[in-house]
Each structure stands twice: as C-alpha cells, then as structure tokens.
C-alpha cells in the first residue's frame, strides 16, 4: 500500500490564511467600492451627492451646487460626471472607511473608490469639517476639503490608474487644493506659507499657481508634466 503523501504541518494553516485573506480582500473590494447601503441619508445638487449617517439640511444643496462651479470651472470636463462624497463620522464608519489613512480628513482609493470619496466628519449647518467630534478650526471649510478630495476622483477618471499615481506628488496634491482654495500668490506665499494657516499642500499650491497663472500652463501641461518638485521649483527661478 502506498503511503500518502506527507504535507508539511503548516500546509492547512497556509490555506485557509490565503483564504482568508482572499475573502477580506474581496470584502474591502465590495464595500469600499460601494459604500452606499451603510449611510441611511443623502443630498444631490447637480452632478454630486454627499451621503452621510445623519439627515443633511437642505441648506446645505446650495453649498454642493457651489462645490460644483469651482470644479467644472478648473476642470472643465464634459460631460461632468455623477460623483459622491460620504461623510464616515460620527462612529465605526469612519475606522473602517479611513484604514489606509487614519489621520487623514479625506480619502479616496482609486480605482477602488471611482466616482466617490470620504470625509470623517461634517457639521454640514456651519460649512466645518469635524475631525474627533470638534470642528476644523477656520480657515477651510467643509466645501473646500470636499472639493479637494473630488478633484482628486475627477483626475483619476480623466487619466487613468496609471497616470494617476504616476503623477508627481507637488501636482496631484497641489491641484486638488488649487481648485479648493483658489491661486496662491508669491506674496501670500512668503508671508504666511511656512505654518499651516494656508494648508498642509501650500508649497505645492504655490509652484501650481506659478504653473497655470505665470508661465500659462494648461491643465492638460500640467497633468502631463513629469517635473519633480525640485525641478519644477528651479523653473520658476
Ligand atoms: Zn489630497
């Protein structure tokens, strides 16, 4: 009689964890991509829709209505996609939704998360991002941190995974918070640019501001420049 064949001891152990991994990768897959059965409210204006876990004002239809005009204005795309923030907070949502980036305001995974993003926390009445229960001190604003984390959706529809994270980290960053904020002036730059008063990307505000305002770049040069930010800097002069 032949004897069986010996596997090694931890050959099941093996299985089932690649199993099990394959079955949280899947999980993730599925509720990441599609997070919308876990939030029971919604408000649309226009193209976009914030889902949250508690009632939206309506007030609040006016301040999306806004969020869109600025991002069709720096991008003008057309036709303008179906696009969703979710606002995770308060409670598990936000563990779950922020695991790849838990100190983060807002986060998109894409291409997991194609046509949406994430937000931790929202008093949507007062226009504040709300970060650990507290409201994000002043100056930016619920509009202009979902604003941000759109524009980020917006480009990776228009480029493609590949390009998207192939993008340098002064313009995948700095256009993002260009569309929230507005321009950033040499200026206001060397006045205020080196605490956070003008947000964490302000360097890279600042060098995309150069780009597209002073050397008349257009966001398409833009997206396909390959410039480090130490080039891109020696450029300005
Ligand atoms: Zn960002």
Do not use: C
Not at 143 to 148: C, E, M, P
Not at 173 to 194: K, M, N, S
Not at 200 to 205: E, H, K, L, V
Request: charged share 20%; aromatic share 14%.
């Amino acid at each position: 009689m032949r004897a069986r064949k010996k596997r090694h001891p931890l050959y099941r152990a093996f299985i089932w964890f690649g199993l099990l991994v394959g079955a949280l990768g899947l999980a993730v897959f599925i509720v990441f991509g599609n997070p919308r059965p876990f939030f029971a409210y919604s408000k649309t204006a226009g193209q976009i829709t914030f889902y949250a876990t508690t009632p939206i004002p309506e007030s609040f239809a006016a301040d999306i209505a806004k969020i869109e005009t600025r991002l069709r204005k720096v991008l003008p795309d057309n036709p303008f996609p179906e696009v969703s923030m979710y606002v995770t907070g308060p409670g598990w949502r936000t563990t779950l939704f922020f695991v790849g980036s838990p100190r983060a305001s807002g986060v998109v995974y894409f291409p997991l998360t194609r046509d949406h993003g994430f937000l931790r926390g929202a008093d949507f009445a007062h226009n504040r991002l709300v970060r650990d229960d507290r409201p994000a001190p002043p100056p930016f604003t619920l509009r202009q941190y979902a604003t941000h984390e759109l524009t980020h959706v917006l480009l990776g529809q228009r480029l493609g995974v590949l390009r998207f994270h192939r993008l340098p980290h002064w313009v995948a960053e700095g256009l993002p918070d260009y569309v929230a904020l507005g321009g950033l002036d040499a200026q206001t730059y060397a006045r205020y640019g080196q605490g956070r008063r003008l947000g964490y990307y302000a360097p890279f505000r600042r060098l995309v501001t150069a780009f597209l305002e002073e050397k008349n770049w257009t966001i398409d040069q833009l997206l396909a420049t390959d410039l480090t930010f130490e080039q891109a800097m020696a450029q300005l002069g």
